[in-house]
């Protein structure tokens, strides 16, 4: 890792002992696998969105309690279970009629969180479902597509993290953010404290987009500090990556919020919504100002044609770095 990424993970875990800034770290053994970021395979990631419209055009859609979505979450847990991963599904009801859908919760085999539950454990969320009558394929397929990518390879460095990841695919995102509610009133004081940091992503390709990163510390609460420094990390590696990159205004209305209170760190990537971007966007990244970043946003157009790949990876590879290095600085100081 570079310097001032070592010096921003020590802001964010004061337990991590910086070494000097030698360039030989970022290779350590000869045998090691390359880093997390350079493992990540852009024709996989595509793979899921087709598979996941070819679901919707099936089901119709990938709405909260849809046949679409429950098919949706079967595809994505074989692929995790083939991966070794250790895969839940958490039930949730709600609702007059009542209706059921569930979150997606699976452990990596490396780390001891899928035996103990008291051991560290780094989150990374999406949403699963969309709204009715859409394939829901930049919102949210690219940051599904982009979670199950990390874990594929989490799975193949060498050597495994010393430290767990738990990836959470949530339901009932765009109605309320219900799923990710509920995961966190499920968990038991020891399993909240074993918590590392929740790194959420939502909406990776937005055809007119931006890299952008919500401003984490801005959510204030007890881990407002960590969060602060987490955003920070997410914006130097997309820095580091040679990209440009802004700072968003927290928002309430992402699964992030429901982690609130957990006193944990919390940051989240995007690619840009309903909202316009901007002329210095425009000329820093490429795109139309004054047009929204995604035009099909919520509608029937957002399909697999209104995805900038090359933006999904850009953020995929940020969200990769600082992964690997929360996991390195967890393992360094015990958790
Ligand atoms: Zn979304």
Redo the contacts with the bound molecule.
Sequence with gaps: MSGLTCLLLAALLPILACTDDDPGDDTGDPGASPPLADLLDQDALWGRLVALEALATEHGDRLATSAGEAAALDLLRAELQSLGWSVQTQEITWGVPLRTASNLVATSPFGGAAQDPSAPVLLLGA?LDGVRDCAAIN??GTGVAAVLELAQGLSLLDPAPEVSVRVLLFTH??WGRVGSYRYVQSLDPAQADAIVAFLNV??LGSKNGFPLVMDGGDLGGEGAEGSEALTEALGQALADAGQPWELLDASTSVDTWAFMDLGIPLAWVFAGGSEDKTEEQAQAWGGTADVPYDVCYHTACDDLDNVDMELVMVLTRAVATVTEGLLQAAAVGGG
């Design positions: 949403h919102d949210n995102e765009e939502d909406m």
